[in-house]
Structure formats: C-alpha cells, structure tokens
C-alpha cells in the first residue's frame, strides 16, 4: 500500500512540474516588429522568371513583395526573423478564414507585447513565378498587425533564398 502511495506521489509531482511546460510551449514567437512597421510600402518587385524571384530593398532596407496568398492579392513584407507568415485576422477573412474557424488559443509574443494568434495553412503563396504550397501561418488581431508578413514558414520551403547588395533573390 504504501509503494502504491509514493507511485502516485511521483506521478503528481511529475505531473505538476511538466504541466507548465506543456501550456508554455503553445506559445508562438511571432516578428519582433511593430504593427507600424507592417504596412508595405510600394512593392521592389525587380525580376521574375522560372521560380526566380528578385526583390530591392526600399529606403528602409525591407524587402516588399506583392503576394498572392490562396489566389488572393496580398503586399507583405519579408520577415527572416518572424518563425512563421503572420497575417492579421481582415486579411484572413478576404482569403476564406471565417471569425468562426479561427482558434485563437496562442499566446504570440511580438515587439509590441504578447497577443492572441489561430494556426492556419495558407494554400499557397505566390510571388512572381515562386510558389510555395502549405505554408504554415498565424493569424493575429488586427490591433496587434496591421500588415503581412512573410516568414520562415514561406522562407524554408524554398530551394535558396539570398540577401545581397541591397536585394534578395528567391529560388524555388
């Protein structure tokens, strides 16, 4: 009797001290940049052709890009610090995701502070002649992301993508 108590004893403690750690890796990182910095300016599309894609940097060193995410016209910007694509919920709703179908259960830390983010995967995201399909996304609240912005989840499923002499090439 008394082994069966220390059994269970253990089983609780374990239970206790990986609880959290199960509810703290929910947790998403999301761009370290502010919702200002999100809105795209005019698109440095400078060449495309055979899943290639070269963008230019604007004055501010961000690569912008007209996408087209689930068929549906998209500016964003290219974010190599965001783990994943990060769309505000109005643009998740133009590109199908109903109110409804949105979980938001993530906790998704940002420059601006910490926010409520939905997991969803983005058909495809085109941009020029590149496209990439099943992209990994989270949706934010709109008063925590005013743009788009195109991570790691888009950036990873490329063949090659490279940042140099003010521009970056995107190789499918």
């Known amino acids: ?27 998403v ?14 698109p440095q599309l400078v ?3 055979n899943g290639r894609v070269r963008l230019q940097a604007d004055s501010r060193g961000h ?10 016209p998209v500016d964003g910007v290219i974010d190599t610090g965001a783990s994943m ?3 505000n919920e109005s643009t ?10 949105l979980d938001f259960r993530y906790t998704v ?3 601006n502070g910490t ?3 939905a997991h969803v995967v983005l058909d495809r995201i085109e941009i020029g002649s590149v496209r990439v399909k099943d992209v990994d996304a989270m949706v934010m609240r709109d008063k925590a992301l005013s743009g788009t912005l195109v991570g790691m989840s888009f950036l990873k499923k490329l063949k090659s993508y490279q940042a140099e002499d003010g521009s970056l090439t995107l190789n499918q």
């Open 1 to 27: 009797m008394l082994l069966r108590t220390v059994i269970f004893a253990a089983f609780v403690a374990l239970l206790a001290t990986q609880i959290p750690a199960l509810i703290t890796s929910q947790e």
């Open 29 to 42: 990182a999301a761009p370290a940049i502010s919702s200002v910095d999100a809105v795209a300016p005019k």
């Open 47 to 49: 060449a495309s052709a």
């Open 63 to 72: 690569f912008n890009g007209s996408f087209r995410i689930n068929g549906r």
């Open 85 to 87: 694509v990060a769309i």
């Open 92 to 101: 998740a709703r133009k590109l199908g995701f109903t109110g409804n179908g």
């Open 109 to 111: 830390t940002t420059a």
């Open 115 to 117: 926010t409520d983010g």
